[in-house]
């Protein structure tokens, strides 16, 4: 079963995305997405040299919720800060020691971080042990340091890495 | 009559048997081919029989009507009269050269040679057709080239051969020139047709032309003054090769000339005026110069020439009694000199040396061959009772003649004396110089007389040399007479062929001659220092090579003007060329048209300046190169915005894929080159370069504009129509792609294949220096695969693959198709190299890339292939609908295989180009580590 | 009404796009101007394509929803994007108002100085998982 | 099954494809293997033709429709006299050029085979096609394969000659398409015939896009014909290809000369109003001008191989200013020319090769070198190749001269071109006696010893020599057929009916009228599957 | 938008020329590309413009787009990619065998 | 409403086009540029999809998921380049 669906949620994504390029729930169109989520994840499996094991989906459906929200919020701070008084940015570095270890978790975290008001995910260190973090509004590191720790960091190590 | 080719046709044949033969034996080389000669010579006797009857006989066989150009032969009595020269003197020169030739000259090669040179002689003195007759006509220049070249490891003999190439080969030319006028004017190349027109070619406004450039041959090839300088360069040959050519052959063909076409180009004024002038100057520098000559051969080859240029001047002068003296004259010019030149021959065989200064004394040593030379040189003073002497008496007796009918004539008669006198004196000076006046000093061996057989050739000669002298009308009478006959295309006039006229003006002019050619000769020591202070310095070898190497100096300066190795020259001149074609297919006529045009908006608008900033961006950046192509992408968006807006879906997305490709492939690229150009052109360069830019950009907006601004039709409207029916397909740029133009897409896909594999062949062992800073010297960042990129570029290689399946399938009917469908999963897994890096992608794709590129091309080719089975052309397509339960309808086409192969070709064709690229890197960084590794 | 919030989105999405971009020109150096576009361009095209996909929906017969593929797309790659341009930028020691992290810090993230180095993970075999 | 006679006219196309794909899915297959299938696809290739020409000997045109579409619609072959010919030529000549190439030069480098049998695809495509598009497609095909060739072995010189061939070309193609996108957007159509109808109906104020175009397309061509001042390319380019690729180069000139012919005696030919014989002064001014530099690259050059393909451009030249008189003779003359020149220079190339690799570190520069054991031998053919190619009887060059002379000789040029065909041929001799006589009779004692040449080697040359000779004794037929072309040519009428009211071949239905828009429909169209 | 077009092509082709002019190859390539860039453009257009009328065939428009030049224009985008590629790696040969990237293959 | 609404968005757009297109030319560094080029594909998503409405055709949706997929590859290389120089090691 493993070596004909190496990654049954790769597959059904697969499926979804076919239906939405096609625009068309029609049996055939079903088919032959089925017929390609089959042999797609097949032909790529080599490729996911990681397995992701999602341990608690409902939490990461919340993450999930919580970023898009934030990325609204960053949006209207952003606007407002470009659109206000460039005295209002008081950029500043950030250095921020991961908890996070997975490569699917660490990449996940770095675009939230990205995604999200006011921080930018900078540099990874190359043992992964930290991110340097941009920040429009960074003089107090600890706070951001904490929020992003709760935020996100806490719920991706549940969700995905602790058992 | 048959046998008329088989003459000439003998020597060619038979110059493949002395190489053979030379294995045998080396005399057997000669043997053989007197053996061909004789042959040629016993087929000579039937046909010559009927020719002293008085018969022309011709044999003729259609070759190249078109042309003018038949195999024709003709054996007149001019012509019997040259055959038995070339083929009795070829025999006699043959067995003198068995002697001749050294042990360590290859005689397989020289009497091959020697035939091609009779074969090709005898072609050209029989040729009924003009055009055959310059074909062989050339081919004496060409056989003698080889024969003078013969020693050709002596410079000498290579520099002769090559100037005798030269004026002989151009004169060719010429004659060529000539011939074709000459075959206009009268409308046939047949001798016989020609001879028989005279007057209306006369009466022709291309007649001076043709006469001009046929005695450009003639002069050319008869060493007449000024082209006579080849000549005596020529000597370089070995002396059977001098005794043969500048005797009785090739010289003769020039004169041989003029005396065949007498009757159809003299008479004019245009040709007394050149012939006759060219005849007396070639006489008197001849004579001149051969008495100067301190080289025995010299000697005789300015002698030649100066005997030439008396056979000229009496064809020159143009009367048929001139005419006898001249075709009489040629006979026994003919004679003599060979036997002079075969005297010559054995002196420096036996002497070592030819020159006269060091030669002495030689009658005591060789009497046999003193006396020989001492008649040969008295026939060639013109002493009487020998042959030399009549043919002169009626030189002398012409030029009085001739004197009688101007004022200024008279000056004719002195010239001819002094001419003779002249004659005199060098044909004193090579008996005396060479076997009296002394003893011989330093000779570098003792002189002995030859071998028995190299004397007999002389003897022969000599012979006839006194028979003719004594008694000329029992010998060459006849042969004359039919000879004359052919010159003239008629009666031959009164002449007698007698060695006593009585006391005439020539005979004083005779003596004159004899008396003043001793005085000449007992003078000679204060003339040889005049000369030497005057001419000294005057050589024709060095005029010759000094215009060689003006030619080659001038046309290596021209060449280099134009040959200019260098792209941006090439570049401009292709540009320019393409302008000023525009500009005259533009010229006068008006710019725009009459088509409504459409509204410009905002948007387009600022596109538009997205695309200018591009553009001008690529150009003003283009030292920082990596600037440069971020503006070029912004130029690619920017276009398939355009295509999105102007309704080419397909296109848009085609542009796209390509875009991608090829900025990766700069970027791969601009690893390995410099990243800034440096600074190098001047400001001239810079306006000029600037000036074609704007000039062609100039021309292809206005030629834009003038289209776009014309309203039209095109045969697209039948594509749209038929799109479905025929095609079976909605998207009709796609069915147009696979189906009614896929003959295009099959090259197109063939071009890209052709361009892997020759990329391929380039990255092969391609070493390049792997930078290991960037420009500003900073060391590259260790993370060589950033963790986020690896990972969302893994999850985004499946989306990518259905995607493109999603464009392939839909291709026909909608915007997409295999090409897109290929390059988007091509870039998909570049992506996944970009992110991953080589070696963990290599490892993870099934199956090597390269196949799919023939594979692919096999697919289209084969589907194309397939129509045949059902009686249809290459890529007839087939479509229909197939209805399955629950899925419903499925619309294939046989376009879609087609298609398939496309897309199987660009993903191999990309991949493989753009991840060889990327090898090269890692190659090189391995061979650095392992260099690093033996290092510690 | 559903054209009302179509055009709503568009002036919306139009909006940040442009906000995007005026940041771009408007901010003061590259760390401060990487967040808008990845921030405010994304969302403002994400909101283009939902107003397109609402449109599609609601103009033509089923629904069309690809569009939130283009959409889910940029959101990946946005970040992505921006992560990769601030890492060229620290490498290149691009100047930031604040000033950059202290050295050390950055050579130990960027490896300046150190060799290169062939790549390690390819050794792995890629059967092996987790 | 279907008469496979019915798609000859493809075949000159494909087997060189079909060989060429086979030896790319044969990648890393043997050497012996790969030479045998080259060779077995050329000797097909060579048969193809030959029916091919047996086909069309007595005047037929066949149309081979692409996809069953008439025309102007889809894609046409178009086989007459000339085309036919042309590929005959082109067979022949790679044949030569691979009989000489499996001796050992094909493999200094890699994919020999394939970029030959592509060079093969696209030359014979180039002279069959009836479409102006897919002949740029064609084009294409044969320069990027030429592109390979060139630079097959490597080394500085090629890569530098190369870099240089391909941008010009690369130019060269752009223009190609600027121009065919003017037609397009005047006349709206892309086969030659319909071309040919559009122009003759042009309305006047069309007139001078129209020639714009067809004066770029010219440019165009000429840069392939390496007319004066567009041959820049070539001395460089032909002299640093290796001789196993520039064998097959020579017939490539004589493609921009075919081009020429076919687009102005079909599209801008006597029936074409105000653009007729368009480019016929252009023709005959540079082609004589062509000669002329292209001796004084001979006379400078100071290899052999820069020498030969020098000899190149003045046979191009030769050809053109043949074109430019736009005679039936004339045109007939010019095609004799060409055919032999072809064969000659190829010769010539080969022979060089040989040569040079005899001399060891001498190579092929005209200096004394060492002398070489095989100095008759080499010599005696250089001296047969160099008489033919210089003009000088008995050889083939010298009938293709005089007839274009013959051809000149009641026309106002008649005089220029005596002049500078003659004594350019001097020249020419000149130039070559000297190589010659350097090459293989001076020696430098200091040189060293020189190698014998590989006998097989010589075998295409010394072929190539006899054919030369053979020529001018069937001067008379082979004139015949050149005439018969050249009438063709001159009549695009029949050229023009046969394309767009001729019959399919294949299933031999007859068409209906090109006017209704039901035609060029497969004969069951959407259904014989 | 015709004059927006004719302006454009002129434009690209004119930048196209300056760059192929210059000395070295990288420059040479991109001035290429803008040519192609230019000869592509040119060569859509000669169908005419029109907007929103792609030629994919609809049930209910009768106005489309010219779809030949656009076949065109393919299959000389994808021949110009081919082409592209080849003179590129060309250059990088150029620059191993002749050790600088200057077209002649000196430094001038 | 809805003519309105594209207008006044095709003009937001645009704008937005030619300050990227600003950004990319003054620069100054080079990852500003990539930054500037980025922007401006995304940019150009947000005409295309504005197209689409305006026209109300998906034929030109493909257009905008490969300048999508296509603008991010390219922004992936040109700064590998800067950072690695070899973009495919
Ligand atoms: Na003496
Ligand atoms: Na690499």
């Given amino acids: 079963m493993k070596t004909l669906f190496p990654h049954p949620i790769l597959s059904l994504m697969l499926l979804g995305l076919w239906l939405l390029l096609v625009n068309s729930i029609s049996p055939g169109q079903i088919l032959l997405g089925t017929l390609l989520a089959w042999l797609i994840p097949l032909y790529t499996a080599r490729f996911w040299t990681a397995q992701i094991h999602i341990r608690r989906p409902l939490l990461l459906l919340k993450l999930t919720g919580t970023v898009l929200v934030d990325i609204l919020i960053a949006n ?69 340091i904490t929020e992003i720790r709760e935020r996100y960091e806490q719920p991706l190590l549940d969700a995905l890495e602790q058992t | 009559m048959t046998n008329l080719p088989l003459i000439v046709l003998i020597p060619f044949i038979g110059a493949m048997l002395p190489p053979w033969a030379v294995m045998t034996g080396r005399p057997w080389s000669a043997w053989v081919t007197g053996g061909v000669a004789l042959a040629a010579l016993a087929l000579t006797i039937v046909p010559g029989l009927s020719v002293m009857q008085g018969e022309t006989l011709i044999w003729q066989q259609d070759w190249f009507p078109a042309l003018g150009l038949s195999l024709a032969f003709r054996l007149d009595g001019l012509a019997l009269l040259f055959v038995l020269m070339i083929l009795i003197i070829g025999l006699l020169v043959i067995l003198y050269a068995r002697w001749y030739l050294a042990e360590q000259d290859p005689m397989g090669r020289f009497y091959a040679y020697l035939l091609l040179f009779m074969g090709s002689m005898l072609g050209l003195v029989m040729s009924e057709n003009l055009i055959q007759l310059l074909m062989f006509w050339e081919l ?64 022709d406004p291309l007649y001076v032309p043709a006469l001009v450039l046929i005695l450009l041959g003639v002069f050319t090839k008869s060493a007449q003054f000024p082209f006579h300088f080849w000549l005596p360069h020529a000597m370089a040959a070995p002396t059977p090769v001098s005794a043969y050519l500048h005797s009785a052959t090739m010289v003769k063909a020039g004169v041989f000339l003029l005396a065949r076409l007498f009757p159809a180009l003299s008479g004019s004024e245009a040709w007394t005026w050149i012939v006759a002038p060219v005849g007396m100057l070639t006489l008197l520098i001849g004579a001149y110069n051969a008495f100067f000559k301190h080289d025995l051969k010299g000697l005789l080859a300015y002698s030649t020439i100066s005997h030439l240029g008396l056979i000229t001047l009496l064809f020159g002068i143009g009367t048929p009694l001139a005419a006898v003296a001249g075709v009489f004259h040629i006979m026994n010019h003919a004679t003599f000199k060979a036997s002079l030149f075969m005297a010559a021959g054995i002196i420096d065989h036996e002497a070592g040396t030819r020159d006269m200064r060091r030669l002495a004394g030689l009658w005591k040593f060789m009497p046999q061959t003193g006396l020989l030379a001492m008649i040969a040189a008295a026939a060639m003073a013109g002493v009487p009772l020998l042959n030399g002497f009549l043919s002169k008496e009626m030189f002398f007796e012409k030029t009085v003649y001739m004197a009688s009918f101007a004022e200024s004539f008279w000056l004719l008669p002195v010239l001819a004396t002094i001419a003779g006198a002249l004659a005199v004196a060098y044909s004193l000076r090579f008996i005396h110089d060479v076997f009296f006046n002394g003893t011989p000093t330093d000779l570098p061996r003792t002189p002995h007389d030859p071998s028995r057989w190299m004397l007999v050739p002389v003897e022969v000669l000599v012979v006839i040399c006194i028979a003719v002298g004594i008694l000329p009308s029992l010998t060459f009478g006849p042969l004359l007479g039919v000879a004359v006959g052919a010159v003239l295309q008629g009666p031959a006039p009164d002449y007698s062929l007698k060695v006593w006229h009585g006391f005439t003006p020539a005979l004083g002019m005779s003596m004159l001659a004899l008396a003043g050619g001793a005085l000449i000769y007992a003078i000679r020591q204060p003339l040889f220092r005049w000369h030497e202070t005057l001419f000294g310095r005057i050589d024709a070898r060095a005029l010759f090579e000094g215009f060689e190497r003006a030619l080659l100096w001038s046309s290596r300066a021209l060449d280099q003007l134009i040959h200019r190795r260098s792209l941006q020259f090439m570049l401009v001149v292709l540009i320019s060329a393409a302008l000023v074609m525009l500009a005259r297919g533009f010229w006068g006529m008006p710019i725009t048209g009459s088509a409504t045009l459409l509204p410009i908006d905002p948007v387009s608008t600022s596109a538009a300046i997205c695309l200018a900033a591009g553009a001008i961006g690529t150009v003003v950046w283009h030292r920082q190169r990596w600037t440069a192509l971020v503006m070029l992408s912004v130029v690619g968006l920017i276009i398939a915005l355009a295509f999105v807006k102007l309704s080419a879906p397909d296109l848009a997305l085609t542009q796209l894929s390509v875009e991608m490709v090829t900025i990766v492939l700069l970027l791969l690229a601009l690893h390995f080159l410099p990243k800034q150009t440096p600074r190098e052109s001047s400001l001239p360069r810079k306006l000029r370069d600037l000036l074609l830019a704007l000039l062609g950009g100039g021309a292809t907006g206005l030629l834009t504009w003038a289209v776009l601004t014309r309203p039209y039709d095109s045969i697209s409207g039948w594509m749209l129509e038929n799109s479905v029916p025929g095609g079976g397909g909605t998207n009709v740029v796609n069915v147009i792609l696979v189906d009614f133009r896929g003959f295009d897409t099959l090259g197109e896909i063939t071009v890209l294949a052709i361009a892997a594999i020759g990329i391929y062949m380039m990255l092969r062992d391609l070493r390049l220096d792997v930078p290991l800073t960037d420009d500003q010297g900073r060391p590259w960042s260790s993370d060589v695969n950033p963790l986020i990129l690896a990972t969302f570029s893994r999850l985004l290689l499946p989306l990518a693959l259905m995607v493109a399946v999603f464009i392939f399938l839909r291709g026909h009917n909608l915007p997409g198709g295999g090409f897109i469908a290929g390059l988007i999963i091509s870039v998909a897994l570049v992506m996944q190299y970009l992110a991953n890096g080589i070696a963990w992608t290599k490892l993870r794709l099934s199956g090597e890339l390269h196949p799919l590129i023939g594979l692919g091309l096999l697919l289209a080719t084969a589907t194309g292939l397939g129509s045949w089975y059902f009686g249809y052309p290459f890529l007839t397509s087939t479509h229909g609908h197939l209805h399955l ?28 180009i753009l991840i060889r690229l990327g090898r090269i890197g890692l190659v090189q960084r391995r061979v650095a580590i392992d260099d690093s590794d033996l290092n510690r | 009404m559903v054209e009302i919030f179509v055009a709503l989105l568009i002036l919306i999405g139009a909006g940040f796009t442009l906000l995007g971009s005026f940041g771009l020109v408007r901010l003061r150096d590259l760390y401060e101007r990487l967040h808008t576009p990845t921030k405010a361009t994304t969302l403002g095209v994400g909101s283009l394509l939902i107003a397109s996909a609402v449109f599609f929906t609601w103009r033509e017969p089923g629904v069309s929803l690809h569009e939130v593929l283009v959409a889910v797309f940029l959101f990946i790659t946005a970040p992505v994007s921006a992560h990769l341009i601030a890492k060229a930028a620290l490498h290149q020691r691009s100047p930031s108002r604040s000033g950059l992290p202290p050295e050390s810090l950055l050579e130990k993230h960027d490896g300046h100085g150190a060799k290169p180095r062939p790549n390690a993970e390819a050794k792995q075999k890629p059967s092996q998982t987790g | 099954m279907t008469d496979l006679g019915n798609h000859v006219v493809i075949a000159p196309i494909l087997v060189p494809l079909l060989t060429g794909t086979l030896l790319v899915l044969l990648r890393g297959s043997a050497t012996p293997l790969r030479r045998t299938i080259s060779m077995l696809g050329i000797q097909l290739l060579l048969a193809a033709s030959l029916w091919l020409l047996l086909q069309v000997a007595d005047g037929d045109l066949l149309v081979y429709q692409l996809g069953s579409w008439a025309a102007p619609y889809g894609i046409v072959l178009v086989a007459d006299r000339l085309s036919a010919a042309m590929v005959m030529v082109t067979s022949v000549l790679a044949l030569f050029a691979m009989m000489h190439a499996i001796q050992g030069s094909d493999r200094r480098g890699r994919q020999y085979h394939v970029l030959f049998q592509f060079l093969l695809m696209g030359l014979n495509g180039a002279f069959l096609t009836g479409d102006l598009f897919n002949l740029f497609v064609f084009f294409e095909i044969l320069l990027i394969a030429s592109y390979g060739m060139l630079l097959h072995g490597g080394g500085a010189a090629r890569s530098k000659a190369g870099l240089h061939y391909v941008v010009v070309n690369l130019v060269g193609s752009s223009l190609f398409l600027f121009a065919v996108g003017t037609l397009y957007g005047v006349l709206g159509t892309l086969n030659m015939a319909d071309l040919a109808l559009r122009v003759a109906a042009l309305p006047p104020e069309e007139v001078g896009l129209v020639r714009a175009a067809a004066l770029l397309l ?77 001796t004084i690259g001979v006379l400078a050059s100071r290899n052999l191989a820069l020498l030969v393909a020098h000899l190149v451009v003045i046979s191009s030249g030769s050809i053109l200013t043949a074109f430019g008189l736009g005679s039936q003779a004339a045109l007939s003359a010019g095609l004799y020319y060409s055919f032999q020149s072809a064969l000659v220079t190829a010769a010539l190339f080969m022979l060089t090769e040989n040569v040079a690799r005899t001399r060891g570190a001498f190579a092929d520069q005209l200096r004394a070198g060492p002398m070489l054991p095989a100095a008759n031998l080499l010599g005696g053919l250089f001296l047969v190749l160099a008489l033919a190619v210089a003009g000088v009887p008995p050889l083939s060059g010298f009938i293709g001269k005089v007839l274009i002379i013959q051809a000149s000789l009641d026309t106002p040029a008649i005089a220029w071109i005596m002049a500078i065909v003659l004594s350019t041929s001097l020249l020419t001799l000149m130039a070559l006696a000297r190589a010659g006589s350097t090459l293989f009779f001076k020696t430098d004692t200091n040189a060293g010893a020189a190698t014998l040449p590989n006998a097989a080697n010589l075998v295409p040359v010394a072929a190539v020599a006899v ?63 | 938008m015709e004059a927006l077009i004719a302006l454009s092509v002129g434009l690209l082709t ?25 000869v592509n453009l040119f060569l859509f257009v000669m169908g005419r413009l029109s907007i929103g009328v792609p030629a994919i065939l609809e049930p209910n428009r009768a106005d489309y787009a010219d779809p030949l030049p656009q076949a065109l224009v393919l299959t000389a985008i994808v021949i110009g990619f081919g082409m592209t590629a080849f003179v590129v790696v060309l250059a990088l040969r150029a620059r191993a065998d002749l050790g600088n990237d200057h077209v002649d293959g000196r430094e001038p | 409403m809805l003519n309105l609404a594209l207008a006044v968005g095709f003009l937001l757009v645009t704008v937005a086009v030619l300050l990227s297109l600003w950004r990319l030319i003054i620069g100054p560094d080079q990852p500003d540029r990539i930054l500037a080029l980025d922007t401006l594909y995304v940019n150009t998503v947000a005409l295309l999809v504005l197209l689409d409405i305006k026209l109300a055709s998906s034929l030109y949706f493909e257009a905008a998921l490969l300048i999508a997929l296509f603008g991010f590859v390219g922004t992936v290389a040109l700064a590998k380049f800067l950072t690695r120089g070899d973009i495919i090691e």
């Fill in chain 1, 76 to 144: 209207i701070a952003v606007a407002r800060l470009i659109v206000g008084p460039r005295a209002r940015i008081q950029p500043g570095f950030i250095r921020m020691p991961l908890r996070v270890k997975g490569n699917v978790s660490v990449s996940l975290l770095a675009n939230i971080i990205t995604l999200t008001p006011g921080t930018l995910s900078a540099s990874l260190s190359p043992d992964r042990s930290e991110l340097i973090i941009h920040a429009l509004q960074g003089e107090d590191s600890a706070a951001i």
């Fill in chain 2, 140 to 203: 004496t220049s060409i056989s003698s080239f080889l024969l003078i070249s013969y020693w050709r490891q002596r410079a000498d003999a290579r520099q002769g051969a090559r100037i005798a190439l030269a004026i002989t080969g151009g004169g060719g030319l010429a004659l060529l020139g000539g011939i074709l006028l000459l075959g206009e004017i009268v409308g046939s190349y047949d001798l016989s047709a020609v001879l028989a027109a005279g007057k209306s070619i006369h009466a």
């Fill in chain 2, 885 to 912: 339960p629950v899925i419903g309808d499925l619309e294939l086409a046989s376009v879609m295989l087609f298609d398939l192969g496309v897309m199987m070709v660009v993903i191999g064709i990309t991949l493989v």
């Fill in chain 4, 218 to 294: 010219f440019v165009v061509f000429a840069l392939k014909a390496a007319l004066v001042p567009l041959h820049l390319w070539l001395p460089g380019a032909y002299s640093a290809a290796g001789p196993a690729s520039v064998a097959l180069f020579a017939i490539m000139t004589k493609v921009g000369g075919y081009s020429i012919l076919r687009v102005y005696s079909l599209i801008f030919g006597a029936e074409a109003g105000p653009l007729a014989n368009l480019v016929e002064p252009w023709l005959l001014v540079l082609g004589l001008l062509t000669i002329v530099v292209g």
């Fill in chain 4, 467 to 529: 054919i030369s000779l053979l020529y001018v004794v069937f001067a008379s037929p082979i004139y015949s057929y050149t005439e018969a072309a050249a009438a063709q040519l001159l009549s695009p009428a029949d050229y023009i009916e046969a394309v767009l009211d001729g019959e399919t071949l294949a299933g031999g239905e007859t068409r209906l009228d090109s006017e209704t828009t039901s035609d060029g429909m497969p004969p069951d169209s959407g259904g014989h599957d």
């Fill in chain 5, 14 to 38: 004119a930048c196209g020329i300056y760059l192929l002019l210059r000395g070295r190859t990288f420059p040479v390539v991109l001035g290429i590309t803008l040519l192609s860039y230019a």
